[in-house]
């Protein structure tokens, strides 16, 4: 294995001056994932992020040419099987260019070519799973890159969104509209001047019951504040004291049909063992080990949480997007507040109470069982 390695270091000697660049972690760029069904927006809200004076240098990665907005017309593409296509300079700093390969690499590359950004939009194709996408770049992050993921957006059509949401799937697939809310740290209903208030009322309850977590902004014709979209934080430290907040906030939510993605939440105080707990969320996310009372396996899509490990001054924020998940200390000390452990997951067929149950029995009672002993800090944290 290192043989090849060194061989490939001899092909790409440029790559060598790689070690003489200064650390990158302060410098790097966020990236935010726009989706949304065919229709609902997306590339309207990107033309105008793009052609909206601000002073922020932003690079628009486009993953698709379905919706033929003049923007996309204006980039010709090539058949060269290149990663990244032709870029489009515009007159306020931003840049678009069109992806074949929505890859990391494609966007490294980008950077090296044209400069660093402020910000980079990353449009996916009308059907594509964000989570797939989002856990690309969290995992890259993780292993030092120039980029880390800032959040998930997902467009909704006003007037149709509550169709595409609730249409019935063949058993066994999941309601890709569906999933996109329950990935999103924030949703956009666009159209709301071609929906009635009635209308409006449904999708907004539809939206809450899949996603407690999410924001909700609407609009027309996808005009949005820039600062609502940008600088979510939906992934880092930064986001531990509003996850906080809002975790206290979110109710379990009651599912909008019967085998429909819904939000489930509780809370449960005292500390608890990381070791123990990675077995829980590894159970839960990997083996896919718990059943609700129909039998039907849990299926968490999104997972967040502000726990109480033990040793820890720090409050501790878990973070999951299907199998992927993370722990990170916050700077929040819990200082003389109560430490509790708030968990909300966002799936298909959850049972709350035998969630609880099991994280109960699996985690608290086990730290329960330790407590003879001090508790040891982790080793690796």
Known sequence: MDGMVMEEDDDCPELVPIEAKPCAP??????????????????????????EQHDKRIAVILNEFGEGSALEKSLAVSQAGELYEEWLELRNGCLC???????????????????????ILLETTGLADPGAVASMF???????????????VTVIDAKYGLQHVTEEKPDGLVNEAARQIALADLTIINKTDLATE??????????????????????????????AVLDLHSFDDKDGAN??????????????????????TFEVAGDLSEDVLDIFV???????????????????IRLKGILSVAGKAHQVMLQGVHELYELN??????????????LVFIGRNLDRDILQDQFICTVMQAEDRNEESPPVPSSHG
Not at 207 to 224: A, W, Y
Not at 243 to 264: A, F, G, N, W, Y
């Open 243 to 264: 996850l906080t907040e809002k975790l206290q906030l979110v109710k379990s939510t009651s599912p909008h049909l019967d085998k429909s993605i819904l939000t489930v």
């Open 138 to 152: 969290w995992v890259d992050a993780e292993l030092g890159s120039d980029i880390y993921l800032d959040g998930i």
């Open 26 to 51: 302060a410098e790097q760029i966020p990236v935010t994932i726009i989706t949304g069904y065919l229709g609902a927006g997306k590339t309207t809200l990107l033309n105008y992020i793009l052609t």
């Open 282 to 300: 590894q159970n839960l996310l990997w083996e896919k080990t718990f059943t609700n009372k129909a039998g039907l396996p849990m299926t968490v």
């Open 97 to 119: 260019c069109s992806v074949k390969d929505n890859g990391l690499k494609a966007i490294e590359n980008l950077m090296e070519k044209k400069g660093k950004f402020d910000y």
């Open 329 to 342: 200390e916050t700077p929040q000390l819990w200082g003389d507040t109560p430490r509790v452990n708030r």
């Open 198 to 227: 009635e209308e409006l009322v449904q999708l907004r309850d539809t939206v809450r019951s899949i996603n407690g977590l999410v924001k909700i902004l609407e609009t027309q014709k996808s005009r949005v504040d820039l600062s």
